[in-house]
């Protein structure tokens, strides 16, 4: 799960670091989120409402800042 972890964070760090941002669908995003956090909320929780999001920082390791 670590790697798989690892390696996840890692393809999503190169996509954003490419394209510089994702705009998607609600439903995307919460199942990227779920995906990269899953001890925090489920998957639902996690879909933002419209117009909003999250911004993902891979610093160290990989964190969020929700979008106001």
């Not at 705009?23 to 779920?34: E, F, K, N, Q, R």
Request: hydrophobic residues 40%; negative net charge; contains cysteine.
């Amino acid at each position: 799960s670590g790697i798989s972890n690892m390696y996840d964070i890692t393809v999503i760090s190169i996509i954003v670091a490419c394209i510089g941002a994702i705009v998607s669908h609600g439903g995307v995003i919460a199942a990227i989120m779920d995906h990269l956090f899953p001890e925090e909320k489920n998957r639902y929780e996690w879909q933002p409402r419209n117009g909003r999001g999250y911004t993902l920082v891979f610093d160290d390791g990989c964190s969020y800042k929700q979008i106001p």
